[in-house]
């Protein structure tokens, strides 16, 4: 079975470019049927209200059931104090098996990484070339697996592509996913290094070609059980122990919410308190 990973899909409701306007999927169904692609997690178009873009996209899951997965987009600024709500009427009412975040609307937070591993979910965080945070990620949260997209730079950053292939190799929570990676002896020297249990196939559908996409995978010439790794078995072992019912963190009373909800807001600059200076982030 052959699972792409990263397809965007639904309404946006800015007009600043595809990604926040519109991704049909009409077109991306032909040419994954032609690809041999059978199954595809869907990911909301970028959105003022991630509750109403998932519900969305949880009318297409539940329309084929058969066909998709989703991830449950959430904000980490805008959504805080209500992500907990939000995952959990995706996972047990809609069905969907990760959540996603994006460095375009704010860094990651303590609170999603709790309610994920309240879920046991796989968390698709696009880190937009902001490599270092996979150390913290693997080190606080190690029994949360995260999925960094585009081998960690869809902007076609190679070093930090290759920064994060050490990320790979070092911690067993960090994976990455394939769409849109266009140096591909880099992506080569990912499965390489860090072999083919922690690379997952993605296309970025409907916009990219997910055809295209999956050539390269074929491209690097893998054994038939390191492909099968790739094209759907990693993303299926990371979505095995999905709850439908969130664990309370042991000695908590209240969930995850009321711990989450006193982190103060993320700057857009990074500042190093020891470095005593700051510096404008990508």
Not at 66 to 84: C, K, L, N, Q, T
Not at 146 to 165: E, K, N, V, Y
Request: hydrophobic fraction near 40%; glycine fraction near 6%.
């Amino acid at each position: 079975m052959i699972i792409d990973c990263h397809c965007h899909a639904g309404t946006g409701d800015g007009l600043t470019g595809p990604w926040d306007t519109r991704a049909p999927l009409e077109q991306y169904m032909r040419r994954a049927a032609r690809a041999g692609i059978d199954r595809t997690v869907l990911l909301a178009a970028f959105h003022s209200d991630y509750r109403q873009a998932n519900r969305e996209v949880a009318r297409m899951v539940v329309s084929r059931p058969d066909r998709f997965y989703a991830f449950a987009f959430v904000h980490p600024e805008r959504d805080r104090g209500r992500i907990s709500s939000m995952v959990h009427e995706a996972v047990s009412r809609f069905g969907f098996v990760g959540i996603k975040v994006h460095r375009h609307d704010v860094r990651i937070t303590r609170e999603i990484c709790e309610v994920a591993r309240a879920f046991q979910l796989p968390v698709l965080y696009d880190v937009m070339g902001e490599i270092s945070v996979c150390e913290l990620l693997g080190q606080e949260y190690p029994d949360v697996n995260f999925i960094i997209p585009h081998l960690g730079s869809f902007a076609d950053d190679w070093r930090a592509q290759l920064a994060l292939i050490d990320h790979l190799v070092r911690h067993p929570n960090i994976y990455a996913d394939t769409a849109g990676v266009r140096r591909f002896d880099v992506l080569d020297q990912a499965v390489k290094r860090a072999g083919a249990r922690k690379i997952l196939f993605g296309s970025d559908g409907p916009w990219l070609h997910p055809a295209v996409e999956l050539v390269k995978i074929h491209a690097l010439e893998l054994s038939k059980a390191e492909e099968r790794l790739i094209l759907g078995e990693n993303f299926l072992k990371l979505i095995s122990s999905v709850r439908r019912q969130a664990v309370k963190p042991t000695g908590q009373s209240s969930g995850m919410t009321s711990r989450s909800a006193a982190i103060p807001a993320l700057s857009t600059e990074i500042r190093d308190p020891w470095a005593g200076n700051q510096f404008a982030c990508c």
